[in-house]
């Protein structure tokens, strides 16, 4: 049974670490969620060690210098790690080759196509056109809320020739203010669909989770009894972090939020448990939202 509890103080006291989750847990991809912020803080003063695990396909500093703009202090966190980071040092180890043909916005090109600092040797990776690539990357589709479909040519075109996919975010969908789009996991998925071969490196995959460790493992020792995951994705942070075999706080009102009842703030209890009955997943406990 999972617990449904009213702030993050009520057991926050368990845990000497978290991994939090960014969009839908912190901000919204417009501006940072104060209360969550000052709930991250609080458990910062207290001496607990926040680690922001994200799927977002930018490297960590990137990621840092957006939820600035969001307004994200960064005193709420003590280190990042994101889906980017993971997926990169395995496109830089020669994961799809070194030819890669890549789908996604050209701010994306400049902030993903450089190579990670923990490689001390990258293989060379050059951007080429589909008939001339080893292998795709997609950091995100070119338009957020067209329809998938568009991508069917292309990647028909590389399933027949064998090509494999680095998804640089395993999530499907994400909302940016009051406004749902597409994210790179949706093309993964199509891709897999069509009878490619996706490869993934954040949430729920253990790679990211690696990278977390780690980052963590920089800070303090902590054991995994000790550290707690928080997010709004069922298929990514809840069963990413049971998967990790660690404790997870789901937080309803975003991606599910409409599963609950009418009111976000005020999840029903009953329609909470059934439907994570029918996701056949357990997390530890259960809140609204981060606060």
């Known amino acids: 049974m999972t617990r449904l509890i009213q702030s993050l103080s009520e057991i926050s006291t368990n845990y000497d670490a978290l991994f939090v989750d960014l969009w839908g847990c912190v901000h919204n991809g417009v501006q940072a969620f104060p209360d969550a912020v000052k709930a991250l803080q609080d458990y910062r003063k207290g001496g607990g060690i926040v680690i922001l695990v994200t799927n977002s396909p930018r490297p960590w500093r990137s990621v840092a210098k957006q939820m600035l703009g969001f307004g994200v202090p960064e005193d709420a966190y003590d280190a990042i790690a994101t889906s980017g980071d993971s997926a990169r040092t395995a496109m830089y180890m020669g994961a799809v080759g070194q030819k890669v043909f890549h789908i996604g916005t050209p701010d994306e090109v400049a902030v993903f196509f450089e190579a990670p600092e923990i490689l001390e040797e990258a293989m060379e990776v050059s951007l080429v056109p589909l008939e001339e690539a080893e292998g795709i990357v997609v950091t995100g589709p070119r338009d957020a809320k067209a329809d998938l479909d568009v991508n069917r040519p292309e990647f028909l075109y590389a399933k027949q020739k064998g090509l494999k996919l680095l998804c640089a975010n395993p999530d499907i969908v994400v909302d940016r203010g009051e406004s749902r789009e597409w994210c790179a996991g949706a093309l993964g998925a199509l891709y897999t669909e069509m009878g ?28 995994d009894a000790k550290i707690m995951c928080i997010g709004d ?59």
């Open 196 to 223: 490619g071969e996706s490869l993934y490196f954040g949430k729920p995959h253990p790679p990211i989770y690696d990278l977390a460790r780690r980052r963590l493992s920089k800070l303090a020792q902590v054991d």
């Open 233 to 291: 994705g069922i298929g990514t942070d809840v069963m990413g972090g049971i998967g990790e075999g660690l404790d997870v706080l789901f937080i309803t009102g975003g991606l599910a939020a409409a599963e609950f009842g009418d009111d976000p703030v005020n999840p029903d209890p009953v329609r909470l448990q059934d439907w994570l009955n029918e996701q056949n997943l357990a997390p530890t406990a259960a809140i609204s939202f981060l606060r």
